[in-house]
Nanobody, 116 residues
């Protein structure tokens, strides 16, 4: 079955940076728009960023615009999320998925904690 494996999370101080990766297997990766979501404790899952199948367009939630950058390498079946100027409110578990998202594709996510 399709697997999406997120990595790169961790504990970082406010103002710091992290780069998340999501590698896909058993999927024709380069035909899908890919997205990053996040879910903070007690909150609904939130769409953070989206990138088209051929890298031609990206979209961001207002809360991360100007700080986060989504990119992809279709040769590596991988989508990235570069996160700069991190804030405590960015603390969440981050997930990737195709767009529109498919329930069966949710992985374990990667925890990002922004704290001093």
């Amino acid at each position: 079955q399709v697997q999406l494996v997120e990595s790169g999370g961790g504990l970082v101080q406010p103002g710091g940076s992290l780069r998340l990766s999501c590698t896909a297997s058993r999927i024709i990766f380069n035909i899908y728009t890919m997205v990053w979501f996040r879910q903070a404790p007690g909150k609904q899952r939130e769409l953070v960023a989206r990138i088209s199948s051929n890298n031609s367009s990206t979209n961001y939630a207002d809360s991360v615009k100007g700080r986060f950058t989504i990119s992809r390498d279709n040769a590596k079946n991988t989508v990235y999320l570069q996160m700069n100027h991190l804030k405590p409110e960015d603390t969440a578990v981050y997930y990737c998925n195709v767009f529109p998202q498919r329930q069966a594709y949710w992985g374990q996510g990667t925890q990002v904690t922004v704290s001093s």
